[in-house]
Structure formats: C-alpha cells, structure tokens
C-alpha cells in the first residue's frame, strides 16, 4: 500500500508499532521525502496525533491480527488493541477535521452463516472475539461517519496472502511450509481438513482498495473484498508438498470442524458488489495460495518471531 | 422485571448505580427476603464480582440510555458505559460460569434502513454512538457465547415507555407533558414532527423477555422486541394535548428529518421471529403511548434530575 501510494505521488505517513508488520518491508521507501514513519502505538494518543500531522486521509490497517482464542488467552486483547484503538483513531480525526477513512474489516465479521457466498447486507454473526471487534470498529466507523460527516471505506477482506504476511505458527501456508520443512513426511492439520476459505493475494487486496476508495464516495461504503471462489484446507496442504516437490506425506487431523476455537470452517464473500464497481481478482484462491508458497519458498526468510504453538482444540 | 422475577420464586440481585433508574422504583421489594440490592457500577470489576455470587442467570439492562449525541459531548462515553460495561460482565460471568445472558440491545442497531419492516437477518447500520455500542455488545456477547458455551437472548427493544421511564427532557412522552405544563399554547417539537417508531409499555417488554427465555434456548437468540405499527412524533403530540384536555396548540418543528444527530426518523421492526415464539404486543404503538401519557399524568411525579436541554439539532 505504501509503495502504491507514493507511485501515485502521494505523501505517506506510516504508524506501525511493529508488533506483527515488520519494519524491513518499509525500507524501500526510507530514503524518500515523501515518506514519513512514526513508530508509535493507536493506544497513544500523542502517536496518533503525532501521524495525522497533514494527513488528508487514513488507511487503517492496524489491530491485532490474530483470530484464534487460545484457553488462556486475555479476552480484552481485541477489545483494546481493535475497538480502543479504532476509537482513539477516530476520535483524533474527528478533533482535527480529518475526513476519509478505509478501514480493513475481515470475513470473520460474518461467522458461522447458512448464506454463502454472503453479501454485505446480511448481519454478521461473529463467533470470535476478532470478529466481534472488527464488527465493533465497523459500527464506530458509521456513526463517526453519520454523525462527523466522514467518507468511511470498509472493506471485508478474504485471506489475505503472499510473501509478506506474518509467518511461522500464525498463518495456514507458512504453518505448512515450516511443518514440512521440519518433516517431510507427515502434516498435522488443525481441523478436519475440509475447511474451505477464499484467499487474495496482498497485492491485490492493495489495489482493490485503491480501486474503491477512487470510484465511490459516501459516508460508509461496506464491501466485501476477496474473490468468489475458495479451496480447502486440505487442498493447500496438496498445493505446498506439490510447491516443495515433496512425495505423498501421512495427513493427521485433529478432526474438529473448525481449525480451533473461533474458526468459521467455511466461508465465501459475495463479491458482486465489488465487482460492480468495476474490480476483479485477476486469480483465483488456488492461484493465489500456490504464488504465496512458492514466494515463502523463494524468499527462504526466516520469522523474526518465536515459533507460535496453535492452540489445540 | 425484579417483581415479575420474585413472583416466579426467583431470588434477585439487583447491581444497579442509580444513574438512570431510580431507587424508588425498587421500595417494594426492599424487605423480601429474596432480593438483594447492590450500589454500584459495571465499570467496577468488584462491584460485579459482588453481585454476580450466587447467580445464575443475568438479565443485563444497564447502559448509557441516552440515544443523542450533543455537540461537545464526550464521544466516548457509549463505547465506556455499554461496550466496556458489558465486556467487564461478561469477562465476570466467564470466570465464574455463569451461563446465561438476557441482553437489552435495541432497534438502533439498525440505524437508517430501506426495509422496514426490518427483520432480525439484516445488517445493523447504526447511525449513533449509541446504536453502535449496542452493536458491539451484540457482536461481544454473540463471541463469548460461541467459545465458552454461554446461552443468550438479545433482544433489540422497540422504544420501550411507561409510568416509570426516564423524565423531563430524555424521553418524547415526558418532554411534551412539561413543555404543555410549562406552556399549554405552543409547542416545539425536535425535527419534523413525522418521525415514526414503534412503542411498547415497560410491562409488555418484561413479559416479552420472560416468555422469551423460558421457550428457546440456543447460543445466541437474537429478537425483535416490540409490536408491529408504529405513530409519528405529531401523533403524540395530539395524544398528549387529549389527554391533558387542552384546546388546540400551536406547533413549531426544528424542521429536520431526524429529531437530534443520529436520531433514526423512521423504525419498524419486523415481529415475526417474536411472534413465531409465541408472544405478541397485547397493545398498539398508540395504546401504549397513550396508557403512559395518563400514567405520568396521573403519578404527576417530578424528575429529581435537573431538566436536560435537548441540543439542537
């Protein structure tokens, strides 16, 4: 997003607090006049204040990534770090008469759902305390937005994948990538296997956004961002034995429906909205998995961060 | 609710910090042996901790209650007194596995609507911060309820009047009988005057709920909780000024569509699901507005709060 923004000559200020972003993906642009970072935190607001000096509009990207609960776990974390957060930004905005906001809602505001694919006028249901602030920070956002006379994007991402997402014990292929890394010959996979999500590459999820928030303006534009199909949990598993030209591996399953607590085992966007403002993925969830291995492969990279243990269910 | 509960043989606590109900209403439980009164604040991790010992079932119906947002109004204090409130109750229950959660959420989750009547289904777009808190406990309890095995009714209250509501300057009903006493030759009513919702008497409510909860139990049981019509701000205007016998009156509007920012001008809510379970409005919108105007009429009952200005809009 920052490197698409600066291409189209506009002036950008990151705040990130590094607590799941990585810095080094910033480095590209630290030598330009137009790019500003202030490392710093949304539960400070002088760090908020400190980012929106001159900003016309903000693209907010920042929570607490991680969807799953784990027995043990704080249950305020996405309380504090989505919904506070989200309302120090806002409220900033608000007393410095900043009017635009994208905001990068999930799928996993919808939960558990008969309807699939699910459009956005249907009422979300989340089953985990992610989806629930997400949802909470998308109501927030509206009534900012009625009672503020804000412009709001919010955009419903699918899976969002490729080389620069998080790693190692957070995200499906990176999980399977280190596991059979590790060994070659068998993968545990949370779940039943069936799991069946839609995946969008990162790169084009940025141009999506940058699609929408140029071609609609109104108070608050909801819009599912993803593509219209999806693939398993399973078949991933094939695609990166298949990518790490592995031969057949022994599956086991921990055999619940879910991945773990909180996870919608199955969901699919409605994404004819979107497609009605004029953009489409140009690959499909398949596709999209498959160059994200392959990227994760390529780039070797190593995670910065401890290895995670996924909850067992 | 505390009489209907103590009929059935239920012991009741009552947590309660008096900031918008009044201690009076509760003098005639005060030497039941069943009833216990706690002083004190959801905001207090203690306070809760005190009144949830020994309970079994919550019936959560504390909140900031007041819909409007005035300019200069802390932005804040919707997202502190219902999101954080109830996120502090449920983080209570939770460790002490209290099960069962009855929630007053209301028809301002669904903000500005093209479907009226609007069913339950549909997406929620609040317009206030008010509208949106509720949204959020929705979405937190419907999370909690998900991953720790919690059964929960929320019901999203029409608007709810009676004897014993909110007074002077806070509620329609209220506001025109002391702005008639005060001067019974002119009247100015907030926005057009054909704003038109739908009204349900206290009492009405408290059965809903309780018929509500004794015949389904699932997770998370989202309900409609009003009748099925509705009449216009105008319309009360005339109901009050028959029932204070008054010669006709002059009305002047502030000409808005909505009274006050983020009022919704028009609500119905779509009874069915209600309706499918068995429990219907004894009343119509204009009955009930009617039996509570002749109750404050008649209780000639005096706020013991300092008349609120409404802001202009």
Not at 13 to 32: A, C, I, K, M, Q
Not at 160 to 171: E, L, Q
């Amino acid at each position: 997003l920052v490197g698409a923004l600066l291409a189209r000559g506009c002036p950008v200020t990151v705040l990130d607090n590094f607590s799941s972003g990585r810095e080094e993906h910033l480095t590209p642009y630290r030598d330009n006049a137009s790019f500003r970072l202030v490392r710093g935190d949304l539960l400070s607001v002088d760090d908020i204040a400190t980012a929106l000096d001159g900003v016309e509009m903000v693209y907010h990207l920042a929570a607490n990534p991680d969807v799953k609960y784990c027995p043990g776990d704080a249950t305020d974390k996405d309380l504090e770090q989505n919904v506070i957060a989200t309302y120090n930004l806002l409220e900033c905005m608000r007393r410095r008469e900043i009017k635009k906001l994208a905001f990068s809602s999930t799928s996993a505001v919808y939960g558990i759902s008969d309807r699939l694919p699910i459009p956005e006028v249907y009422a979300g249901r989340p089953v985990s305390l992610y989806g629930a602030s997400k949802l909470s920070c998308e109501a927030l956002i509206g009534a900012f937005a009625h009672l503020f006379g804000m412009t709001c994007w919010i955009f419903r991402f699918a899976n969002i994948v490729g080389p620069r997402v998080r790693k190692r014990g957070r995200t499906v292929i990176s999980d399977f990538v280190e596991a059979l890394k590790r060994d070659p010959r068998s993968l545990r996979i949370l779940g039943n296997g069936r799991q069946a999500k839609s995946y969008l590459l990162d790169r084009e999820c940025v141009k999506a956004m940058l699609h929408v928030t140029s071609v609609v303006e109104r108070p608050v534009e909801i819009v599912n961002l993803g593509c219209s199909d999806w693939i398993t949990v399973d078949e991933i598993a094939t695609i990166v034995g298949e990518e790490m030209q592995l031969d057949a591996f022994e599956r086991t399953y921990t055999g619940t429906e879910g991945g773990w607590p909180g996870d919608v085992p199955r969901f699919r966007l409605d994404v004819s909205k979107l497609e009605g403002l004029g953009w489409r993925a140009a690959y499909t969830s398949e596709q999209a998995v498959r160059m994200s291995v392959r990227a994760v492969l390529q780039s070797g990279e190593q995670s910065h961060a401890p290895l995670e243990a996924p909850c067992s269910v």
